[in-house]
């Protein structure tokens, strides 16, 4: 059976869906099978960052209500056989998707994938609920900014309370994934430390995703980072999350732009 | 004038980092409750209109979340009362 991670946040626009695609590409590129689940009912936009946009035919919604089969739905990359991406409807509402059709749906592609990553919309409402419903491992994206950090707390207490393992009484395994950081402002002391972030929300770090113009251009681009430009600083970050995800132990290095081709070691213990 | 140019400047960071841990460590526990201003409103204002004509538009509360300390403050304007 394959593991279910997902990449949740409470707050919009820190990065979900950029780290879905990167993450999921990076266990991909690895060797590992991989199917990615937009959640996003209504505000699809996996399948854009994704670059396939023009290759939906049916969605999730499709499949839940038994009007297509899973296999119809499923878009396989062009670039790595073993990824494919199951889209979000854009047309219906959240309240399409239901409990057991999710159940249903999370089943059959466990048997089928060794990675199945949902990207959670925004928010905590349903949609964010059934995301995180039948994960494993949870992707916790926080940018270190206040608003962002108060939001994944609320996050952490809902994977900790809503999710099928907290209803056995089990835990799903919660990974802090910091993105949009930039050094130069943390270390001129006016962003959020990594360290202040860990210690308030208590939950293992899975990486550091540099603030970096790599990720825009991937998006203008549909591909995910770590495919159109793998040696680039987030592309790294990604991969070693990736590698952290499968339960490697790797010193957490915050890849440095161009000048500093070594990076900065930072003594920290990865998740 | 001179204390001022003195005095250091904060980082941000420093002050974002005590914001947020003070405001997690209420929403942490009042989460599930998290109208607990309005329901003090509401159920202070039932005390007190037993006792005196006071309407809902003059009951100011007030919170100040402190990280050891906490206050509530309720200002209750009323008409004087002549028997």
């Known amino acids: 059976m394959g593991q279910v991670l997902v990449v949740t946040s409470g707050k919009g626009g820190v990065g979900k869906t950029t780290s879905t695609a990167a993450l999921g590409a990076a266990l991909a590129q690895g060797g590992q099978s991989v199917v990615l689940v937009d959640f996003d009912v209504g505000l699809r936009n996996l399948d854009l960052v994704m670059g396939a946009e023009r290759r939906v035919v049916f969605d999730l919604i499709n499949v839940i209500q038994d009007r297509a089969k899973l296999s119809q739905a499923l878009i396989r990359d062009k670039r790595l056989d073993n990824l494919c991406l199951l889209p979000a409807s854009q047309t219906r509402d959240k309240d399409a998707l239901t409990e057991d059709g999710v159940a249903r749906v999370i089943e059959e592609l466990q048997s089928n994938f060794d990675w199945v990553i949902c990207d959670s919309p925004a928010g905590i409402g349903r949609g964010a609920v059934l995301a995180m419903q039948h994960a494993d491992i949870a992707a916790i994206v926080t940018n270190p900014e206040i608003s962002s950090v108060r939001d994944s707390d609320r996050i952490i207490g809902l994977l900790d309370a809503k999710t099928e393992k907290a209803k056995i009484g089990e835990h799903v395994a919660k990974h802090l994934l910091i993105t949009r950081y930039d050094e130069t402002r943390a270390n001129s002391g006016d962003m959020l430390q990594i360290d202040d972030v860990l210690d308030i929300l208590s939950i293992p770090l899975l990486g550091i995703v540099p603030e970096s113009q790599e990720v825009l251009r991937a998006s203008n681009l549909g591909s995910p980072v770590t495919i159109c430009s793998p040696k680039s600083v987030p592309a790294l970050a990604y991969s070693d999350a990736a590698r952290r995800l499968n339960g490697e132990v790797l010193e957490m290095i915050i890849p440095a732009e161009k000048n500093r081709l070594l990076g900065k070691l930072f003594g920290r213990r990865a998740a | ?83």
């Open chain 2, 1 to 83: 004038m001179k204390m001022f140019a003195l005095r250091k400047r904060r980082k941000t960071s420093d002050v974002a980092r005590e914001r947020i841990q003070i405001l997690l460590a209420h929403e942490r526990g009042v989460i599930g409750s998290s109208d607990l201003i309005a329901t003090l409103r509401n159920e202070i204002l039932v005390a007190v209109a037993k006792y005196v004509p006071v309407e809902i538009d003059q009951v100011d509360v007030k919170m100040d979340r402190g990280a050891t300390l906490s206050t509530l403050q309720i200002d209750i304007e009323f008409p004087v009362i002549s028997r």
